[in-house]
């Protein structure tokens, strides 16, 4: 189906004010390739700024905080107008903040390791999932208690690179992929597991693994592995910009962070609030609205941990950072260990924390 694409607000009249300054600036000068004049804002002179939000899949709850600061007019407190763009199968975030079809993008860090080793000038300015979401499901009566049991069953997996936290669960058990189990490709629904056709499928806490409750069976019939408690997590949805961009426009970032984090608060604050929003956004037909609202719980937790403090959301953990770049080089996601230093900032969260 076609996913429904719905943008920030933005008048003919403010883009003929924001040509306007763009003239007066000089058409553009000290702005870096990608950007369109003050329509993509250079930091100061009082003017709207427009940033472009890539999202890594099409809008759910996964996203909610981005729909909340836009609907609260948290991005509009700060001088910025934003439009936040749909993922999909086809879309993929780095590719579109790095020839300036966004200007920030969100996706999982690995990918954006990957996609630094080839050398698209991006950088993590926020790391919005603490926890990895990814587990491992299966049903009782498949005797997998533990991930050692995984042995000669039938594992699958949506690959594309979402596997790597699954091999590294193998590699810490000894389990050869090849030889010891059958790691095969699993469908985007979780049909396989239901009827049988797969011992375990990779389900993400907040979709998949709710998806098959859903389908009726208790929670108390299923076997969950996960992969943050197994010490193999990868971290998720980050925050990321073309560098060249950010160099110019640090305030810009600094105030787009800041809202996205207030938007990210309230959201777990209001949930029925938040998921009412996040429903205007979805195709017809396409969710329900108690499965968003599942979807927001699941996703808070990941978000802000139990025992993290308001304060810290979007924080940069430096060795889950690490952890995560180990494992993409330890399966070949990078040819070469990932530089730290350069791969992600904390000065545009340090910047944002200043309001």
Not at 10 to 28: D, K, Q, R, T, Y
Not at 33 to 47: L, Q, R
Not at 187 to 215: H, K, W
Not at 301 to 308: A, F, T
Request: glycine share 10%; net charge negative.
């Amino acid at each position: 189906m076609k996913n429904k694409r719905k943008y920030a607000r933005g008048s003919l009249a403010a883009a003929m004010v924001l040509l306007l300054v763009s003239v007066l600036a000089g058409c553009g000068s000290g702005e870096s390739a990608g950007e369109e004049g003050a329509a993509e804002g250079t930091d100061g002179g009082g003017a709207v700024a427009e940033v472009r939000l890539q999202l890594k899949w099409v809008p759910q709850a996964q996203f909610a905080g981005y729909f909340v600061a836009q609907e609260q007019g948290f991005y509009e407190e700060e001088g910025l107008a934003v439009d936040i763009i749909p993922g999909g199968p086809d879309i993929v975030p780095e590719q579109q903040v790095a020839n300036g079809a966004a200007t920030i993008g969100v996706d999982w860090v690995a990918s954006l390791l990957a996609h630094q080793e080839q050398g698209l000038p991006l950088v993590e300015i926020a790391q919005v999932f603490q926890k990895s979401g990814l587990v491992l499901v299966s049903k009782k009566e498949a005797g997998i208690d533990t991930a050692a049991a995984l042995k000669g069953k039938k594992v699958g997996n949506w690959m594309g690179g979402n596997e790597f936290e699954v091999l590294a669960l193998f590699d810490k058990y000894g389990l050869d992929p090849n030889t010891d189990l059958e790691f095969t490709k699993q469908g985007f629904t979780m049909d396989q597991l239901l009827s049988g056709e797969m011992d375990a499928a990779s389900a993400m806490t907040y979709n998949e693994y709710q998806i098959v409750l859903e389908q009726g069976i208790p929670a108390s019939d299923l076997n969950v592995i996960d992969m943050n408690e197994e010490g193999v997590a990868m971290l998720e949805d980050n925050l990321f910009a073309n560098r060249d961009w950010l160099e110019a426009n640090k305030e810009t970032a600094a105030k787009f962070v800041r809202a996205s984090l207030k938007g990210w608060q309230y959201a777990i604050d209001n949930p029925e609030e938040a998921v009412d929003m996040v429903m205007k956004q979805t195709e017809d037909g396409s969710t329900s609205r108690d499965h968003q609202l599942k979807m927001l719980e699941e996703v808070a937790k990941l978000i802000l941990p139990e025992g993290m403090d308001k304060a810290d959301i979007g924080r940069i953990d430096a060795d889950m950072f690490k952890q995560t770049a180990d494992i993409a080089h330890q399966f070949g996601v990078i040819t070469q260990p990932a530089d730290l230093k350069n791969a992600y900032t904390t000065e545009i969260l340090e910047m944002a924390a200043k309001q």
